[in-house]
């Protein structure tokens, strides 16, 4: 239930499903994940996103087998202090898994209390996760806390939907602030418009011989763990100052001297809170020898060996470009 809760975080079932089915086969247990190393874990993630997620997983495993002799813990706190579990999860692990008394907050079941209960303001505020999580606490039974709490999100999956809301089927009509009020429409209340930042970036190919240089992403680098393509933001306009900029930002990343050639693809993609617009851009190897930083491994990788690589979602398709 652990790993399935953690792949279900920000990203529908349908794309889950197969991703778990092939994790749960390469980790059968807490053991194997832990004992695994990074990048296969991150190869297995790859295209799933939120990749922080895959390399808490794996840190979340070691420290199960470290501290807990690979037993996963049944209270709240443990599993709290877990990597990558937080408060939803670990009440989704401890009531389902284990039946223990634990209130569980999440999408379906946000919706569904703040029409019980009525409740107008903004849900993802301080004062909103407050309110919905002592109500979830406050309505727990004291037995089959595991087939209650999956009722709650089955009722808000199901009938206390977004827009239509099933009030005519819904058990708990009678006792729906909203339903007497006529507010099912209003509550909850909508969230703010999601504002996004547009980019321009460059990936830049180098090639030397058989092999291509590339990056491992760093900590604080979006698909921190991965490998990539030298890539940056490009400012420049026009092709002979983006390939100036292209050739110094190379340089500055990676300590090899290239000269860039022709823009061979145009990828468009979002991140979070950025619509970026990625040029992909062929070089050629002039000089110098990798440089690596405390941020950044950098290194030469045989075109043939790029499968076996965790690459970035558009790194991927860059490496299926140049394949052949």
């Known amino acids: 239930m652990w790993i399935s809760e ?33 990048t296969e874990v991150l190869r297995l993630w790859e295209g799933l ?13 070691m420290k199960v087998v470290e501290e807990h002799s690979g037993e996963f813990p049944h209270e709240l706190d443990a599993l709290q202090s877990l990597p990558g579990i ?25 919706r569904l209390f703040s029409r019980l209960i009525g409740y107008t303001g903004e849900t993802t505020s301080a004062a909103g996760q407050r309110t919905l999580w002592q109500f979830a606490e406050e309505i727990l039974p004291q037995k089959d806390v595991a087939r ?20 005519h089927e819904c058990p708990l009509a009678s006792v729906c602030a909203a339903n007497a009020a006529g507010l099912q429409r209003e509550i909850p209340a909508a969230k703010p418009k999601q ?9 830049v190919v180098v090639r030397k011989n058989g092999s291509v240089l590339l ?17 940056f933001e490009l400012e420049a306009s026009g092709p002979l100052f983006a390939k100036r900029e292209i050739a110094e930002k190379v340089a500055a990343q990676t300590g090899i001297a290239c000269a860039p050639g022709s823009l061979f693809k145009t990828l468009r ?17 002039l000089e110098g020898r990798v440089r690596a930083n405390e941020s950044a491994e950098v290194r030469w990788q045989a075109r043939s060996t790029l499968p076996q690589l965790p690459l970035s979602t558009t790194g991927r398709k860059i490496a299926n470009l140049i394949r052949d």
């Open 6 to 38: 953690i792949m279900l975080q920000q990203t529908q079932v349908a794309t889950v499903r197969d991703y778990f089915t092939r994790f749960v086969a390469a980790f059968p247990n807490v053991e194997s994940l832990a004992t695994s190393n990074e």
């Open 86 to 110: 937080g408060r939803y999860t670990a009440g989704a692990i401890a009531s389902i898994a284990f039946n223990k008394r634990a209130p569980i907050v999440e999408a379906n079941t946000v």
């Open 215 to 231: 990056r491992r992403c760093g900590e604080k680098e979006r698909w921190a763990g991965l490998w990539d393509f030298p890539r």
């Open 195 to 203: 504002t996004f930042t547009e980019l321009r970036e460059a990936a």
């Open 269 to 285: 993609h979002g991140v979070t809170r950025f619509r970026i617009t990625l040029d992909c851009y062929d070089a050629a190897y």
């Open 49 to 61: 996103g939120y990749y922080r997620r895959a390399r808490q997983l794996h840190a979340a495993a």
């Open 148 to 167: 209650f709490n999956q009722a709650l999100m089955e009722l808000g999956s199901l009938v206390c939907t977004p827009a239509e809301p099933k009030c």
